[in-house]
């Protein structure tokens, strides 16, 4: 915390200095190449000053945020991090990464761990009591993965009949959206702690289908396109995506939507998307306009 | 305590699914147990061996990693113990004959786990009988079978009786695992389901589940002190 305050001193001073130079310079939209300037005392001269963000991300997802070999984080999520800091002015190697797994994520941010949390983190009013959300930048939705050659399934109406099982993960918020749709949950659901279980007991024909985000079950498609697909209709829930910050900070907050419209327009965020998580999903997402509360 | 009273049909039917579980999983260990503990005194030594074996695998492995191997495992092989569904029996107990495995896979498991503990508990309570009871069996005509059924047994049960209370009483409580493979509605998966999806406070939740499996095995220690007390009066 101190550094980050003589951080912000020194990029106050270097402002001010400054300042009358270069007035129409780079300007809120520089590509990396001249230091962006941002207004004395907001997040992004401090963090723009200090080189370094600390970025609060997914480990284990599949398409958003995974961790390579390497131990370098790749996704869809890991590459919108990356445009944002470099919106700051922050190079690549100036990114502290740090895993942000589902249960922690408000935490982090509460107790000032990380500067932003692009973690496949729905966007709800819960959360934005504790916390505030830039975007959403991606819709997700619950939808149906059954086995590949299967089509007797095609939306949560096919479990209406009491027939066909489904499989989920215990204490999720899509096990309980699923829920409605069936006739006898005793004897249609099932519930295990990881969705790889749910995979294998999709594989092992024990289950008919799995249900889930969308994003977590490209996931498994892409590991095993022969094996499993997506059911004919589309998501039947909204997951809006968005970028957690430190509650209040509403300088910092409308400036990543500006990044995030930004790149809609000057067409990064499909780049973003083809290289992650497109490989894995045909269709191409449409970006939801930002929500400026 | 709103938390509880809002619940209490997810409570309630929880606490009858892990009852079903115990009654069934407890009535099959006992079964198996005894089929183990006599191979365990037969007089044939492939068939001791077998039973010292299967005691000494199934007692000496986690029962999470029993768990694993029927309810992830054997379905690979083909396996999902289908043998429970059991024509009339699953008229009572519904979730026996269902499409989906996990109830009885959940049964198997622990029926395969606790059957060890019970065969052993079941040959402490042979021990116990005095080596003159087998003898005058045996010296009188008695095959190795009515031996064991109207001489050792029925002694052995009374001695075993305090173990294998406890050998129950630790399988009602085991019971909870069950909820992490795949079974839904029974105790564990209520309280998973209340606190993590539903969002309600842990530590009610917590307390009702808990109270649920009080009420499983506190009655049942009761009832085996009277048990006890009964065969310490015919002595």
């Not at chain 1, 004919?232 to 419209?261: A, C, H, M, W």
């Amino acid at each position: 915390m101190r550094t980050r305050k003589l951080a912000a001193l020194a990029a106050i001073g270097a402002l001010a200095l400054g300042a009358c130079g270069t007035e129409d310079g780079d300007g809120g939209d520089g590509n990396g190449n001249g230091a962006p300037e941002f207004e004395a005392g907001t997040t992004m001269a401090e963090l723009s000053e200090a080189g370094t963000i600390r970025v609060g991300t997914k480990y284990d997802q599949n398409g958003f945020g995974l961790v390579n070999l390497d131990g370098v984080p790749e996704g869809f999520d890991v590459e919108i991090a990356k445009i944002i800091a470099t919106e700051l002015g922050i190079p690549e190697d100036g990114i502290v990464w740090s895993e942000a797994p589902s249960a922690v994520r408000e935490e982090v941010l509460e107790r000032d761990e990380v500067d932003i949390v692009v973690a496949t983190y729905t966007i709800n009013d819960e959360r934005k009591e504790r916390i505030d959300f830039a975007g959403p930048y991606y819709i997700a939705g619950q939808h149906i993965m059954v086995a590949a050659d299967d089509d007797s399934i095609t939306g949560p109406e096919s479990f209406q009949d009491g027939e066909k099982t489904v499989c989920s993960v215990q204490g999720s918020t899509p096990s309980e959206n699923i829920r409605p749709f069936l006739a006898n949950e005793d004897e249609q659901l099932v519930l295990f702690d990881v969705y790889s279980r749910c995979a294998d007991a999709l594989t092992a024909g024990d289950v008919d289908a799995v249900t889930t985000d969308n994003v977590i079950l490209l996931g498994f498609i892409a590991d095993d396109p022969e094996a499993f697909k997506l059911v004919e209709e589309g998501t039947f829930t909204d997951e809006p995506y968005g970028i957690g910050v430190q509650k209040g900070d509403d300088e910092f907050r409308s400036f990543i939507n500006d990044v995030l419209e930004e790149i809609v327009a000057d067409g990064r965020y499909n780049e973003a998307w083809d290289a992650t998580a497109g490989q894995f999903d045909p269709n191409p997402p449409t970006p939801p306009t930002v929500d400026r509360y | 305590m709103d938390v509880i009273l809002n619940n209490r049909d997810a409570f309630f039917s929880g606490f009858l699914l892990t009852l079903q579980l115990c009654v069934l999983a407890g009535v099959g260990s006992l079964l198996l147990g005894t089929v183990l503990a006599v191979l365990r005194i037969s007089p044939v030594p492939p068939l001791r061996w077998l039973g010292t074996s299967y005691v000494n695998v199934f007692r000496n492995v986690p029962l999470t990693v029993v768990f694993f191997f029927v309810v992830f495992a054997l379905p690979t092989i083909g396996v999902r113990a289908d043998f429970l569904q059991i024509p009339g029996l699953d008229q009572v107990f519904t979730r026996l004959g269902i499409q989906l495995p996990y109830f009885r896979m959940a049964i198997f498991a622990l029926m395969l786990y606790t059957a060890a503990f019970v065969c052993e508990a079941l040959r402490s309570g042979v021990n116990a009988v005095p080596p003159g009871q087998a003898e005058a069996a045996r010296s009188i005509g008695l095959t190795f079978t009515q031996n064991v059924r109207h001489v050792v047994l029925p002694q052995a049960w009374k001695a075993a009786v305090v173990p294998l209370g406890s050998v129950i009483i630790a399988m009602i409580k085991n019971s909870a695992l069950a909820g992490f493979f795949g079974l839904t509605g029974d105790l564990s998966a209520t309280f998973q389901q209340l606190v993590s999806a539903r969002g309600q406070a842990a530590i009610p939740v917590f307390l009702a589940v808990a109270a649920g499996f009080l009420v499983l095995t506190i009655p049942l220690g009761l009832v085996l002190d009277q048990v006890e007390r009964r065969q310490a009066v015919t002595r």
